[in-house]
């Protein structure tokens, strides 16, 4: 079964950075692409960034220069360090894999 457990999300003033993680379990994690999205209050499901196996990234336009994904195959885990933070950024942040998203963590940026 495909497990997906984000963490690291909170409250943090606009200009503030945050660090999201994402542990996986269930599949072979090293050779499978993730993703991050997210969900703003009253908004569709966004998709953030993605990295592929061999650890390239690609980021949504107002992401790019601001976040940056990275993965740890040795704790199957994957990382969204996101700094300059703008209201604008606020939703739950999931993680994604095999068709799988997992419960989400809360990020939140305001003064």
């Known amino acids: 079964e495909v497990q997906l457990v984000e963490s690291g999300g909170g409250l943090v003033q606009p200009g503030g950075s945050l660090r999201l993680s994402c542990t996986a379990s269930?599949?072979?994690?090293?050779?499978?692409?993730m993703s991050w999205l997210r969900q703003a209050p009253g908004k569709g499901l966004e998709w953030v960034s993605g990295?592929?196996?061999?650890?390239?990234?690609t980021y949504a336009d107002s992401m790019k220069g601001r976040f940056s994904m990275s993965r740890d195959n040795a704790k199957n885990t994957v990382y969204l360090q996101m700094n300059s933070l703008k209201p604008e950024d606020t939703g739950v942040y999931y993680c994604?894999?095999?068709?799988?998203r997992g419960q989400g963590t809360q990020v939140t940026v305001s003064s």
């Open positions: 269930g599949f072979p994690f090293s050779r499978s692409g």
């Open positions: 990295i592929t196996s061999d650890g390239r990234t």
């Open positions: 994604a894999a095999q068709g799988v």
